[in-house]
């Protein structure tokens, strides 16, 4: 190792640490082992699919009828959201590079908001499936799905339910699915659907919220002047790394848990217009 | 930019062959993603049978890679990079064989 490193070179690019030779091995490292943790996660969500695919190889009909009952409209705006957060992400580190403090700190905050509202929709969307009854178990019937069964009762009065295929079944005559519970799908099975879009949903939504800490820490360091030196400008593409990867596990969910159903567009514009008050729809 | 006179200094411009695109790039590459994006929601929306899982995990592949190779910087990783991100898929793929080579071949006939 060279002994020239112990002389902080009169740039604007800041230090490099003493246990690097330059600043370009010094990024690259900072760059891999943000890929290194990131093939960790890779893992970590595909043990997730992989349960999930074993699943659905197993139950195709029933992981259909499950997919149905789900809010595609809410998952197709996050979508958009999320690409859209994916895109000032990567304008800040274009600012950052240059040395663009107020257009960093710009972006970094519209990412956040961008990743706020993406949390919001999810949380509403959890409190339309709780309001409909779709919590695996025994849960409370709705209303509708309890009028349905005191109708089934007076004909059966020793008819034994199950609350969560009670409900399911008014969700899926709601969203129009054509499917016959019982013989085109098992709705027991679909709780197990069910398991897994809590799961696997669950677990980016945590990731959104590591994520959006991390965002805020950023904007607080650019406000203070930490990457008034450019070199900085890797600790936002470190950072860009991840948010990436957050967008590009929900690329692969999409498909997975929303559209695996049959929707329709038009569907997916009333479910959304019904998750932010719009709609004429007032849950089952 | 004086001319360096240290090696240090010298090597200090070494980060600059790593480059950030331009903002025309990164508008391009999002305009790409959006239009796939759109297709993704459009082959979900149809009814294209036992092919419909097929292509939409055939687009989220698409979306992930450029997102990968443009937004991710995966263009101008260096080769370590690239070893590190073909081994975290290669480990993944033995996650999908190796277990769905169990689970798959359980039960047979039996569900």
């Known amino acids: 190792m060279t002994t020239d490193n112990a002389t902080v070179p009169e740039t604007s690019y800041g230090p490099v640490a003493h246990h690097f030779n330059n600043m370009g091995q010094q990024h690259a490292t900072v760059r891999l082992g943000m890929w290194l943790f990131l093939v960790t996660e890779i893992l970590f969500f595909g043990a997730a699919f992989v349960a999930y695919t074993a699943y659905r190889i197993w139950y195709p009909k029933d992981f259909e009828a499950g997919s149905a009952a789900l809010n595609a409209g809410i998952a197709s705006v996050n979508t958009f959201l999320l690409l859209i957060s994916s895109l000032t992400v990567t304008l800040a580190i274009r600012c950052a590079y240059v040395g663009n403090r107020k257009g960093l700190i710009r972006n970094l905050i519209l990412t956040t908001l961008l990743g706020t509202v993406f949390l919001g929709l999810k949380a509403r969307e959890y409190q339309l499936d709780y309001v ?52 085109d799908y098992d709705p027991s099975r679909v709780q197990l659907f069910f398991m897994f879009y809590y799961g696997i949903t669950g677990l980016h939504v945590l990731h959104m919220v590591i994520g959006l800490g991390l965002l805020s820490w950023q904007i607080v360091l650019a406000m203070m002047g930490f990457f008034d030196f450019k070199s900085r400008y890797i600790y936002v593409e470190t950072l860009s790394l991840y948010w990436h990867f957050v967008d590009m596990v929900w690329m692969f969910v999409l498909p997975l848990l929303y559209l695996c159903g049959p929707h329709t567009f038009g569907q997916a514009v009333e479910q959304f217009k019904l998750a932010i008050g719009l709609g004429s729809g007032s849950g089952h | 930019m004086t001319t360096p006179t240290n090696s240090s200094e010298r090597h200090a411009d070494e980060f600059l062959s790593h480059t950030v695109p331009p903002t025309s790039t990164t508008l391009t590459v999002f305009a790409a993603l959006v239009g796939l994006a759109m297709l993704a929601l459009l082959i979900g929306f ?35 990079t690239w070893l590190v991100v073909a081994s975290g898929f290669f480990f993944t793929g033995i996650q999908f ?15």
């Open chain 2, 97 to 111: 064989v190796f277990t769905l080579t169990d689970y798959l071949t359980r039960h047979l006939g039996v569900l």
């Open chain 2, 46 to 80: 149809s009814e294209l049978g036992p092919i419909k899982v097929l292509a939409s995990l055939g687009c989220a592949t698409v979306q992930a890679c450029v997102l990968g190779y443009f937004f991710m910087e995966l263009k101008q990783a260096d080769k370590l």
């Open chain 1, 132 to 183: 409909e009854g779709l919590i695996p178990g025994n849960v409370a019937l709705t209303k509708e799905a309890a009028e349905n069964v005191l109708r089934a009762r007076a004909d059966n009065p020793n008819l034994v339910v199950n609350n969560f295929n009670e409900n399911l079944k008014v969700v899926l005559k709601h969203n129009g699915f054509q499917g016959v519970p019982g013989k």
